[in-house]
């Protein structure tokens, strides 16, 4: 969940947040204070106020779904499985949906109003999803670009979710649909532009060869032989991160209108540098497997926090970024990587040789010779807290703007059981990516002094 920053800047300080100073400043009435990673206690108070299942879909809006569905595509090993379009009798918007095991990426893109209208249709007549709205979703783009417009949650059902969410403070975005007496969809605010979808289903039998019965009506399935048949290895969303101006109302936002506890936080003291800050706190659901983590800028250090670019950027508050699991992370890099430079996406810089000669000490219980070498080869970064093991590494930005990102990451242990046996792995095994902060940092300290000796040696025999 945690990335160093990568730009630097100057800013006007009118933040009270600075870095030392977060535990005494963000207090609220509503009583949320962050106390810190050291000072933060695990509890589950298992008060969410209506049944979630998991993540169901994440939708991106864009100016333009078929080249954009076709890069995430190629480059994420998600094969696009269904469609809604003109040729499906859309001519609302474009919708293309990626599947990789649990993991459903939407892609949308508006069509020109006023062909509906040639048709005495409405702008919205022939949408496939209902909470669909050409203004909306134009202003949208012009104003974020390349953005997650909805984070969508199954949920036992959607309008009783919907119903306790407005009651309990939450902002209305729009009121339950019905969809062929099967779907029902809903949406409140979540932060920014970005709204929290519900989506729930009646008792018909799914088939998973039928979109419109996994996913939603007037949806179609996309022939095999038309898409990309590729798979690296990415099998669910485990978090979807936001980036917000001010942390405490957001976070007493969510959680009142949802239920859901904290399941972790980390102050600038945790995660900065001298150089740079955020603070963040981690929402989750009863099961802990929806996590929301929300992130603030910390002002007053020599460089502008990655958050206040993302969010000049942005024009406001967004999705920061999607951390996909993998089932094996060194196949789904070496894949991804290979395409990097053909359509594919880009990581960040890896760490010095230091950070992996270190990771032995570290993470060697866990991670054999051979695995460290492919982390080091892939750039990969590994993490751990009293639970378990996090491999992680960051793309670039993925669009124009430096705003959202992808995670790729893999958990290693907390392994469980449901009450029918099932093995399942807790969520957050291995925690994100807090020890990479220090660790990363030092490393890169210990590498410039040894380019400094190295320099004092060759200009001492010149």
């Known amino acids: 969940m945690l990335i160093p920053d990568q730009k630097a800047g100057n800013q006007k300080f009118e933040s009270k947040k600075t870095m030392g100073k977060e535990n005494e400043t963000s207090a609220?009435?509503?009583?949320?204070k962050l106390v810190g990673f050291s000072g933060f206690v695990r509890a589950n108070p298992r008060s969410d106020r209506f049944k979630v299942k998991r993540f169901h879909h994440i939708e991106f809006w864009c100016t333009d779904a078929t080249n954009t569905a076709r890069r995430f595509s190629w480059g994420l090993g998600m094969p696009i499985v269904a469609k809604s379009d003109l040729s499906t009798g859309n001519a609302t918007h474009a919708s293309y949906l990626l599947r990789s095991g649990d993991l459903n990426f939407l892609f949308t893109a508006p069509y020109s109003p006023s062909i509906a209208s040639m048709d005495n249709l409405s702008h919205t007549a022939t949408a496939s999803i209902p909470t669909f709205n050409h203004e909306t979703?134009?202003?949208?783009t012009a104003k974020h670009g390349l953005a997650v417009r909805a984070i969508a949650i199954e949920v036992d059902d959607a309008e009783l979710a919907f119903t306790a969410s407005v009651a309990h403070g939450a902002k209305p975005s729009a009121s339950p649909v019905i969809l062929d007496n099967r779907a029902v969809v809903a949406e409140v605010q979540l932060y920014g532009d970005v709204v929290l979808r519900y989506v729930s289903y009646g008792n018909s039998e799914s088939d998973d060869s039928d979109p419109d019965s996994w996913f939603l009506p007037k949806f179609e399935a996309v022939e095999a032989a038309s898409s990309f048949?590729?798979?690296?290895?990415i099998r669910r969303l485990d978090h979807a991160v936001g980036n917000v101006p001010e942390l405490a109302p957001a976070v007493n936002y969510v959680k009142e209108f949802t239920g859901f506890h904290e399941f972790a936080e980390f102050t600038a003291e945790d995660v900065g540098t001298s150089e740079s800050g955020l603070n963040s706190v981690v929402l989750a659901n009863n099961e802990e497997m929806v996590l929301f983590p929300m992130n603030e800028p910390v002002f007053g250090t020599k460089r502008k926090s990655q958050i206040q670019t993302y969010l000049e950027h942005n024009e406001g508050a967004g999705v920061q970024h999607l951390a996909l699991v993998s089932e094996d992370i060194f196949r789904t890099l070496r894949e991804m990587r290979k395409r990097s430079a053909v359509g594919g996406f880009e990581f960040m810089p890896s760490p010095p040789p230091t950070y992996y000669k270190n990771l032995k000490s570290r993470a060697g219980d866990v991670l054999?010779?051979?695995?460290i070498k492919q982390c080091e080869e892939l750039g990969i970064l590994v993490d751990r807290d009293d639970q378990g093991t996090l491999l992680q590494i960051f793309t670039k930005p993925v669009g124009?703007?430096?705003?959202?990102?992808?995670?790729?990451?893999?958990?290693?242990?907390?392994?469980?059981k449901d009450e029918k046996g099932k093995e399942y792995q807790k969520g957050g095994c291995g925690g994100f990516g807090k020890g990479n902060f220090s660790e990363l940092f030092k490393s890169i300290e210990e590498y410039e002094k040894t380019l400094g000796a190295k320099i004092i040696a060759e200009t001492a025999s010149a």
């Open 368 to 371: 054999s010779d051979e695995q």
């Open 400 to 416: 124009d703007r430096p705003t959202i990102f992808v995670e790729i990451i893999q958990r290693v242990g907390c392994m469980l």
């Open 229 to 233: 048949p590729l798979d690296y290895g």
């Open 28 to 32: 609220t009435p509503g009583g949320f």
């Open 137 to 140: 979703s134009r202003d949208f």
